[in-house]
């Protein structure tokens, strides 16, 4: 009797999971689970920081038999321990190997794009029309109007629930053009209405404050996972490249050597009986 993979009404065998690893183009992600498996065979993880990790706490002293420990805690948790193993404790050397490998790049990293990480808050009208557009311009600039009843009567978008008002936000989520508006004029500065490339949309925007960034704990956080989906891509795409690297069929010491799957065929359903 063949194993298969059974989710809901649909009924999965080995060739049917391979096809369907191809045709939902998530190959890559196993193809980099099992390399950084292979990097996670180096990264320690002491029962100390196992169980600070489990307890949620530096302070408590370690337990005298960790073994029963491990066991009640499985038990509390209603885990078993193989998942404990296989799972939670992946996640644990996951997250140490990015703090070992990549914590002394994210200085020089938050250098080279620490605009990235300013933040700002603005008041904004989008509108569809150009016209009405320098009209509540000269409204909001001459006449002293009201931003956020005009957000509130003519803005296309959500923030007319605000008033006007999004944000704080990173600039660089900002249309480059509001981006760049943003850095030549200080805050209270409504602009000339800014026609965003790619829609028939025309912003009016008034900067309300600009927070310039600093290297935060939750900004390092985003740092080192960039920098560590950035390697790790960076290794799935070497693997690919490499002939022979994948394959699947038959096993090799069968008269029929594996089929190899191409970087292409990663992105493409190419197995017959890919439908369940």
């Not at 038999?65 to 996640?91: G, H, I, M, S």
């Not at 080279?112 to 300013?118: C, E, K, N, V």
């Not at 390092?220 to 994948?246: D, E, F, H, M």
Request: include cysteine.
């Amino acid at each position: 009797m063949s194993t298969c993979l059974k989710i809901g009404h649909h009924l999965l065998d080995g060739d049917q999971i391979i096809s369907a690893l191809v045709k939902y183009q998530i190959l890559e992600t196993l193809v980099g689970q099992v390399l950084l498996d292979q990097v996670l065979e180096d990264v320690p993880l002491s029962e100390r920081e196992l169980f600070n990790v489990l307890v949620k706490s530096a302070e408590i002293p370690m337990p005298e038999d960790f073994e029963d420990f491990l066991a009640q805690w499985c038990q509390a948790q209603n885990v078993t321990p193989t998942y404990l193993n296989n799972v939670l404790l992946r996640q644990l050397r996951v997250e140490k190997f990015k703090q070992l490998y990549f914590s002394d790049r994210v200085e020089s990293e938050f250098l080279r794009h620490r605009a990235s990480f300013d933040q700002v808050e603005y008041s904004l009208i989008q509108l569809n029309d150009s016209l009405l557009a320098q009209e509540l311009y000269f409204q909001l600039r001459d006449d002293a109007a009201d931003f956020a009843l005009l957000a509130q009567q003519y803005s296309l978008d959500s923030e007319r629930q605000s008033g006007g008002r999004v944000g704080p936000v990173p600039l660089s989520t900002l249309p480059d053009e509001v981006a760049a508006l943003f850095r030549s004029k200080p805050p209270g500065f409504i602009h000339t209405p800014v026609a965003i490339e790619g829609t028939d949309r025309v912003w009016i925007v008034r900067l309300e404050q600009f927070t310039a960034a600093h290297l935060t704990e939750a900004t390092r956080t985003t740092l080192i996972n960039q920098l560590y989906g950035q390697w790790l891509q960076s290794q799935v795409k070497a693997l690919i490249a490499t002939p022979g690297a994948i394959a699947y069929g038959v096993q090799p010491h069968a008269a029929q050597p594996p089929e190899e799957l191409s970087g292409s065929s990663l992105t493409e359903a190419t197995t017959e009986g890919s439908q369940p």
